[in-house]
């Protein structure tokens, strides 16, 4: 359960007391207020919306109500696991796109603003995949996301869709004639960003007559990457950062996700690989390394997990049909999806003078152990490329929505991706490991990633931050790093909290982001745990700042987070030597950006 009701206390009392009067006086019972708010001027051009979605641009929603959500896509109940506790001011805003205009989109903006019990914090919430969405609903995530999560916690809070509707899905980024938009991909990327933060603080400062004593940022996945970004280019916008998962290195993470289905279509063809004998392998792999930390790692509901998978060894060739001990249930692996199994493991390679990727790592691939769904994505009758990964080889290289994914061969494909890093890595990559500007704004970020993450390769994260730990302009050293940017891997954890391998998937890094930034409290650890079917936890296990490990006492129960110490990972740069082998990018990091037109 999230804390963040608990944070009032964070706050020295005179400081409390003299904003929470302010905040009563201007807020509580005042819809009059909201309302009048659409008369006020917003900075950048940008305008309320007044039209199709509440009527006003800034109206007030009690408990219970039915919201129409904006860009078409449909209706919220605010009841049952999306109830919110107390009446809000919902303001809605357009803010013109990259290219100064409103069409063929613009940016979105919607800000929900506690009338009641306000704790004098703004939230901000990341989105997802393309997002092009409102992110209201409350999440299920490790560390809730979503408008109602935040003001249920007392936050005034915000949204973007990051100026395109969601239905347009990655072709929003081309114009009618098949040509890029580069103004909607940069407002995609970064701008509607830094929009968010300046328009939510305007509209809080003219609500409650007083700025937000801190800001925070709440988001995993395309929400982690928006965070980072924020940090990298727009350092002052907010306090402290959650980025969970976070999609660093875009251009390079998309090409990746379509790797497996080309892999399988180039080696198999037809159907791939059925979902059941991924599962089957992810199981095996599992069962083969649980032992990698030092200790049999079972977890409490009977899952084998792998503690550090860059220590897993396991080759899928033992599953092989009529080899001993392969499954005898119909799950025994061709000699053929071995090889399969271990080029998506491995990752995209260059390919020889025979077109075979036979060559250097051009990105990273999932973990062994990791569950293949969402990855490689198959029917009974073919094969699904990844429903961010397919979308990018259409749209934004191939600039054709109807481009057939699946006719792509191992050399287009390495041309694909050097197209992408050429066109895309400086512009959307967040990859920029010079965070010295958060740092010296007294920002803070936890970063956090499942190893068992089926969606966003966790090596990709552990490569930003290594580079992030040996960039000079962070303070050259590991301490000084960590003052400010702290990782944290989760084993056995999935996609954004989800069940992946099934190891311990709940914990709160964003209160862990908040003591952080307001008490100067560093977290040695966040204790993550584990729930049955019932709701209750039955294990509890301490995540450690990286390169640190949870290292098994040798006494008590290995469910019990007291059994285990946080303690340096000995063989950490061997193992990053083996796995972080990617081909250089050429092409710059996000901080560089090209004047627009420029590629």
């Known amino acids: 359960m999230s804390k963040r009701t608990k944070i009032f206390g964070l706050l020295t009392t005179a400081l409390l007391t003299s904003l929470y009067a302010t905040t009563q006086a201007n807020a509580q019972g005042s819809p009059t207020l909201c309302q009048s708010l659409t008369n006020v001027t917003l900075p950048d051009g940008a305008i309320f919306n007044t039209s199709g979605v509440n009527g006003s641009g800034a109206s007030d929603v009690a408990p219970g109500a039915t919201i129409t959500l904006l860009d078409n896509a449909g209706t919220l109940a605010l009841t049952g696991s999306n109830a919110v506790n107390q009446t809000f001011c919902r303001v809605t805003i357009i803010v013109p796109n990259a290219n100064g205009t409103f069409t063929p989109s613009a940016i979105n903006i919607e800000i929900w603003l506690p009338e009641n019990n306000w704790n004098q914090r703004y939230e901000g919430v990341g989105g997802g995949g393309f997002a092009g969405t409102i992110s209201a609903r409350a999440s299920v995530e490790s560390t809730p996301t979503g408008l109602v999560n935040a003001l249920n916690a007392g936050y005034a809070t915000a949204s973007t869709d990051t100026g ?39 509209i809080i400062r003219q609500f409650y007559d007083a700025k937000p004593v801190y800001s925070f940022w709440n988001g995993c996945s395309t929400g982690g990457r928006q965070g980072m970004i924020e940090a990298q280019d727009y350092p002052d916008d907010y306090d402290g950062i959650w980025a969970g998962s976070p999609a660093v290195d875009f251009d390079r993470l998309s090409d990746a996700q379509v790797w497996p289905a080309i892999v399988m279509e180039q080696e198999i063809g037809g159907a791939g690989i059925p979902q059941t004998t991924f599962a089957a392998v992810a199981a095996a792999a599992n069962a083969a390394c649980d032992t990698v930390g030092g200790f049999t790692d079972i977890t409490a509901l009977g899952n084998p997990i792998i503690d550090d998978p860059r220590k897993c060894h396991f080759d899928p060739a033992v599953l092989e049909c009529g080899l001993p001990g392969a499954p005898t249930d119909g799950t025994c692996l061709t000699p053929t999806e071995a090889k399969v199994i271990k080029m998506i493991w491995y990752g995209p390679r260059e390919v020889n003078r025979q077109g075979q990727p036979t060559g250097p790592r051009l990105w ?11 990855v490689a ?22 600039q054709n929505p109807n481009f057939n994914v699946l006719s792509v061969d191992y050399r287009t494909y390495q041309q694909l991706f050097l197209l992408s890093e050429e066109r895309w890595t400086s512009i959307g990559a967040s990859d920029n490991p010079d965070l010295s500007a958060f740092a010296a704004h007294g920002g803070k970020v936890i970063i956090t990633h499942g190893w068992a993450d089926q969606q966003i390769p966790t090596q990709d994260t552990i490569n930003y931050y290594n580079n992030v730990l040996h960039d000079p302009r962070n303070g050259g050293s590991r301490h000084a790093v960590e003052d400010f940017a702290r990782l944290f891997l989760v084993p056995g954890m999935g996609h954004c909290g989800g069940a992946g391998a099934g190891g311990p998937n709940l914990f709160d890094a964003f209160d862990a982001v908040v003591d952080w930034r307001e008490n100067g409290v560093a977290p040695k650890k966040i204790i993550a745990s584990l729930e049955n079917s019932s709701g209750q936890v039955v294990e509890t296990r301490p995540l450690c700042p990286y390169p640190q490990v949870a290292r098994y006492t040798g006494t008590g129960s290995t469910n019990d987070a007291s059994s285990f110490v946080c303690a340096d990972e000995r063989d950490n740069n061997a193992l990053n030597a083996t796995h972080n ?4 990018d050429p092409y710059g990091v996000s901080s560089e950006r090209p004047l627009l037109g420029d590629e």
Do not use: M
């Open 581 to 584: 082998d990617v081909v250089p």
């Open 377 to 398: 994505n198959t029917s009974s009758t073919t094969i699904i490329p990844h429903t961010v990964g397919g979308p990018w080889f259409q749209d934004w290289l191939e």
């Open 364 to 374: 990273f691939g999932i973990e062994p152990g990791a569950p293949f769904t969402g």
């Open 164 to 202: 395109h509707p969601s239905s347009a899905g990655g072709a929003f980024v081309l114009n009618p004639d098949g040509s890029i938009n580069y103004g909607l991909a940069l407002d995609f990327f970064s701008r509607s960003l830094h929009q968010l933060a300046v328009q939510s603080k305007h």
